[in-house]
T-cell receptor, first 115, second 117 residues
């Protein structure tokens, strides 16, 4: 069974640009969550999608957005990139949104560098 | 608000030594879940174990064992007879499970474990 797939693995962008990251969940999983990992702040929750609806959002500015498609694949977008957006962006998928029923399985991440 | 504290930042041991990774959590919920994940250099977070707040039974799985104590809000992880392949960053995480809860994980800062040959 294939795991969570994130593309691309590496990205280099310049300040002010925008970027789109993609996540394909494990087959059958309907919930996708995104996390940002930086050396200073650690792992922080960005948002969660289930059945194409955003269910929960972390404390990030509106420049960070996402969406989920009918096949459960998800994309996240960051507009007007800042140097501080350089991070490893991790996607996790789970069967449902209920913490009692699911375990989140993570992809290998997309490493974004903003120059 | 939820909080997970991993006071140890880096641990270095020699192969075959036992090592314990500490985790202390804070939550106002009476129902919650605790997790341990491992992050090797490849970057992917690998799920190791989940425990719910009603299950304080400690578990042993091969060389791994977990000690959950609600009285001290701790969920510690022990690797017995460590191996070089155990070298990774280990994260403890917490999620709510009460009414209106969702899948959001709150992570600790992680512990970098280095196992030397």
């Amino acid at each position: 069974k294939a795991g969570v797939t994130q593309t691309p693995r590496y990205l280099i962008k310049t300040r002010g640009q925008q970027v789109t990251l993609s996540c394909s969940p494990i087959s059958g999983h309907r919930s996708v969550s995104w996390y940002q990992q930086t050396p200073g702040q650690g792992l922080q929750f960005l948002f969660e999608y289930f059945s194409e609806t955003q269910r929960n959002k972390g404390n990030f500015p509106g420049r960070f957005s996402g969406r989920q498609f009918s096949n459960s694949r998800s994309e996240m977008n960051v507009s007007t990139l800042e140097l501080g957006d350089s991070a490893l962006y991790l996607c996790a998928s789970s069967l449902t949104t209920s913490p009692g029923e699911n375990i989140q399985y993570f992809g290998a991440g997309t490493r974004l560098s903003v120059l | 608000a939820q909080k997970v504290t991993q006071a140890q930042t880096e641990i270095s041991v020699v192969e075959k030594e036992d090592v314990t990774l500490d985790c202390v959590y804070e939550t106002r919920d009476t129902t919650y879940y605790l997790f341990w994940y491992k992050q090797p250099p490849s970057g992917e977070l690998v799920f190791l174990i989940r425990r719910n707040s009603f299950d304080e039974q400690n578990e042993i799985s091969g060389r791994y064992s977990w000690n959950f104590q609600k009285s001290t809000s701790s969920f510690n992880f022990t690797i017995t007879a460590s191996q070089v392949v155990d070298s990774a960053v280990y994260f403890c995480a917490l999620s709510e499970a009460g009414a209106g809860a969702n899948s959001k994980l709150t992570f600790g800062k992680g512990i970098t474990l280095s196992v030397r040959p």
